[in-house]
């Protein structure tokens, strides 16, 4: 039974930071992309940051460069999301996901993504 749990959600200023974490079990990773998805209410889904877990290649949204660092810890099955200089608009429930797809052009899409976890919530207060 795969399961992703993201965690380090919460309530802070703009400007502030955020380190959000996911935990991957009941199965090898090793050939996944892990990516990060936000959804603010009203609006669709959207893509964040992704890490392909074997290699590490990293690909971000416009939105994340710059102020988004993804990572991920073999030992710990876990990959993270570091959110700096954190704005209202970035408010969304964040979600991590697991693709087995290996067609890098096509990280950004949340049709290509197999596992989900239930999300977290991220809220920035101006």
């Known amino acids: 039974q795969v399961q992703l749990v993201e965690s380090g959600g919460g309530l802070v200023q703009t400007g502030g930071s955020l380190r959000l974490s996911c935990a991957a079990s009941g199965r090898t990773f090793i050939g996944y992309t892990m990516g990060w998805f936000r959804q603010a209410p009203g609006k669709e889904r959207e893509f964040v940051a992704a890490i392909r877990w074997s290699s590490g290649s990293i690909y971000y949204a416009d939105s994340a460069k710059g102020r988004f660092t993804i990572s991920r810890d073999n030992a710990k099955n876990t990959v993270y999301l570091q959110m700096n200089s954190l704005k209202p608009e970035d408010t969304a429930v964040y979600y991590c996901?697991?693709?087995?797809?290996?067609?890098?052009?096509?990280?950004?899409?949340?049709?290509?993504?197999?596992?989900w976890g239930q999300g977290t919530q991220v809220s920035i207060s101006s």
């Open positions: 996901a697991a693709s087995f797809s290996t067609a890098w052009n096509t990280t950004p899409e949340r049709g290509r993504y197999d596992y």
